[in-house]
């Protein structure tokens, strides 16, 4: 036997139990006969030098006989100088041995059929065969249970060969759900690359084919997942035309459609005048963050949780914000009705956003008609009447922009100012007539003609029955007195609209 031969093989030898070890047949206590004529054997195929295909499966043939020994009694081994040992069988009645292997790698074999028979008698033929390798073939891209983003899809397979060049080789790449997809020949270094739009969404298994001019094959495979990737939306930035008081907001006009209809939701990035911002990752960018002149950008990327589809952009230029002023307009000082005789003075004052330095122009106007005075007071002494509108128009302005505000009040009724009063006589004694007499005539802002009310009391309680001589109630007979009392007289100017401030006189009535 070769002594590369079988080391340890078991077969049932005519219903007995035999080991072959190292060649020799060991029949233990089977009894078997024993005879000195060893078998003859032959390899039948393949053919001396034949060409055969690494990987592939090869039948190998051979026949035997021994005059002694049934055929089907036989053993016979195959084995290759590269590999060793390929398998062990009986022969068929007829001597016919038959194996099938897919185990010769490529390179030069010897084939060797080794046929024994029960008395350990030994018989060897052998062939000389060329296996050809297949090509090696490897997909380097996508990777094996990637999820691949729907569209223009790129494969990069790495091939090679032995006896081949590498861009002689035959290639195809196939889709399990697609079919064929490429049959583009690979580099001169191995590399095999092509993309495609045609696959659909969901998992896919992708094989690249390789055949070299003997008819050899290669082959690997891949699986991964096509994912469909929403579609953009449509977005706008609110408002349209923003100023620095104004927080951005990238709103979704049209929504992103999923093809699959996963629920699609969106990323935002800002950017200021072509710079990433990091002031928001949100659909809000707060207004504290613009300036006047810049340029705002809002990419809006929409995502199945899984890929991200098409973004969409909008843009807006943060415009100059108008000043804003506050207005309070006080007649003489505090919050009075405005008068005859006011002094009104305005209070104004003005903010800007930007920073932008403000003036303040003031228009006084009465019954509409302009009035020469320009600044923040105006005199009604000098320019308005009871009754008059009296308004005030204050515009503030930036340089760029304006803002205005306006005060109005009508002139309301002004009140008689106090005169002097006196009760006469100054020391009265009992059964003297008391007489309420005005030392000093009341006067009246508006020029309103005047009356007087007049109200006595004695000694804080109040008297009804005063007569009448110039005034109302100006007068208490003597018969009404009593020594010891204190008498007072309180008179009070009416311009018919209203009363004006109470002027007192108090006299003792003496013993």
């Known amino acids: 036997m070769r002594a590369n031969g079988l080391a340890l093989a078991a077969l049932v030898w005519s219903g007995c139990y035999i080991e072959i070890r190292n060649g ?49 009694s036989l053993v016979a081994v195959w084995s290759s100088s590269l590999v060793g040992e390929l398998g062990v069988v009986n022969p068929d009645e007829s001597g016919i041995i038959a194996f099938e292997t897919s185990a010769l790698q490529a390179g030069t074999h010897v084939l060797a059929l080794e046929v024994l028979d029960a008395s350990g008698n030994a018989c060897v033929a052998e062939r000389t065969v060329v296996v050809e390798g297949a090509p090696a073939v490897t997909i380097v891209a996508p990777v094996a249970g990637a999820v691949v983003d729907a569209g223009d899809i790129a494969f990069v397979g790495q091939v090679g060969d032995v006896e081949d060049a590498a861009d002689a080789l035959r290639l195809v790449w196939t889709d399990d759900v697609v079919g064929e997809l490429n049959t583009a020949a690979a580099s001169v270094d191995g590399a095999a690359a092509f993309s495609t739009a045609a696959l659909s969404y969901g998992p896919h298994t992708v094989t690249l084919t390789a055949t070299d001019s003997s008819g050899a094959v290669g082959q690997a495979s891949v699986s991964f997942t096509v994912n469909g990737l929403p579609t953009a939306p449509t977005v706008a930035i609110r408002p349209e035309d923003p100023t620095t008081v104004d927080a951005l907001t990238a709103e979704i006009v049209a929504p992103g459609v999923d093809p699959e209809g996963a629920l699609v939701t969106y990323l935002y990035a800002w950017s200021v005048d072509g710079a990433p911002s990091a002031a928001s990752t949100t659909e809000v960018l707060p207004a504290d963050a613009t300036t006047r002149g810049e340029v705002w950008t809002v990419t809006v990327t929409p995502t199945d949780g899984i890929s991200l589809g098409a973004p969409a952009v909008a843009e807006v230029t943060i415009g100059n914000s108008p000043p804003a002023i506050a207005l309070a307009v006080a007649p003489d000082g505090v919050a009075l009705p405005v008068v005859t005789d006011s002094l009104l003075t305005a209070t104004a004052t003005p903010t800007d956003a930007d920073g932008d330095l403000v003036t303040l122009t003031y228009e006084w106007t009465v019954d509409g008609v302009l009035v020469a005075e320009s600044g923040p007071t105006l005199n009604g002494s000098d320019w308005f009447d009871k009754g008059q509108l009296v308004s005030l128009r204050v515009t503030a302005s930036d340089g760029l922009a304006q803002t205005e505000a306006v005060w ?56 009804s029955l005063a007569e009448t001589v110039i005034w109302p109630g100006d007068q208490v007979q003597g018969l009404w007195t009593t020594p010891g009392e204190l008498w007072t007289c309180a008179v009070k100017p009416f311009d018919g609209e209203a009363f004006g401030p109470v002027r007192t006189s108090t006299v003792f009535v003496a013993p």
């Open 24 to 72: 020799k047949v060991d029949t233990g206590d089977s009894g078997l006969p024993q005879d000195g004529v060893a078998p003859s054997c032959a390899i039948t195929a393949p053919d001396e030098g034949a060409l055969l295909l690494a990987g592939q499966p090869v039948l190998l043939e051979g026949s035997a006989e021994d005059g002694a020994t049934p055929a089907e």
């Open 408 to 463: 109005a009040a009508t002139v309301a009724n002004a009140p008689p100012r106090a005169g002097l009063v006196a009760v006469s006589p100054v020391q009265p004694v009992d059964a003297d007539d008391l007489f309420c007499q005005i030392t000093l005539e009341a006067t009246d802002p508006d020029g309103d003609a005047l009356s007087y009310e007049m109200d006595w009391d004695v000694n804080g309680i109040v008297f």
